[in-house]
């Protein structure tokens, strides 16, 4: 099993709403990562969890806030968007080691009202 | 910030065209180069992982080169076909970063 799920597929938000972006994956991957994708833009890291520490956080606003409840899970709870966080938002994950694969989900379209 | 540029931006060819595509990137503390596919609606999917100056990897009618020292890397696709379209990124990792910075990408469409 190569899959990595999100969910959900969309998500429509306002900009004082809280919801959570969830990342699921069973192939013992110990690296965790958090991309922004804006049309037309290459994929953007935001936060990389390995063996479920925050690792890599990359100047994210604090209106995102990621999780890493276990090795199989990741979340990002979102909470006070602006419409300019309106983007495709991309898990993946990898085995731990500099530039392994990183296997990616198909994806959150988040739309922020 | 590292700059990882793709071109073309787009390409459009005929089914039975081999076609191929450029990557740059910065050739100083280079540690390795992804390419994935990313077909429209679907997750990004990786194709290889290059690692040697002058490494050549292939995958049925895929190949890439690559070549660390003038910082490039080209992807070709032989023979052509419609299920090939899709957008391909290059990503790069340096020797002290654990992270990929993606390419804009070449959007490939392949017609009948």
């Given at each position: ?95 731990v080691g500099q530039g392994d694969i ?12 | ?80 076909q419609p299920e090939d379209s899709a ?26």
């Amino acid at each position: 099993d190569t899959e990595v799920t999100q969910t959900p597929k969309h998500l429509v938000m306002g900009m004082t709403n809280k919801k959570s972006l969830k990342c699921e994956q069973h192939m013992g991957h110990r690296a965790m990562y958090w991309y922004k994708q804006k049309a037309k833009k290459p994929p953007e890291l935001m936060f990389v969890y390995s063996y479920e520490k925050l690792s890599i956080n990359e100047s994210v606003p604090s209106r995102f806030s990621p999780e890493c409840p276990n090795s199989s899970l990741l979340n990002l709870h979102l909470h006070a968007l602006q419409p300019e966080d309106s983007a495709l938002y991309l898990c993946a994950s990898s085995q731990v080691g500099q530039g392994d694969i990183q296997y990616f989900g198909a994806g959150t379209r988040l739309s922020v009202l | 910030i590292l700059n990882v540029e793709q071109s073309p931006q787009s390409l459009h060819v005929q089914e039975g065209d081999s076609t191929n595509f450029t990557c740059s990137f910065p050739s100083s503390n280079f540690y390795a180069l992804h390419w994935y596919r990313w077909e429209t609606a679907k997750s990004p999917e990786a194709l290889f992982v290059m690692t040697l100056n002058g490494d050549e990897k292939k995958k049925g009618r895929i190949s890439a080169t690559l070549n660390t020292k003038e910082g490039y890397s080209y992807l070709y696709i032989k023979g052509s076909q419609p299920e090939d379209s899709a957008t391909y990124l290059c990503a790069f990792i340096t020797g002290t970063a654990s992270k990929l910075t993606f390419g804009t990408g070449t959007r490939l469409q392949v017609t009948l």
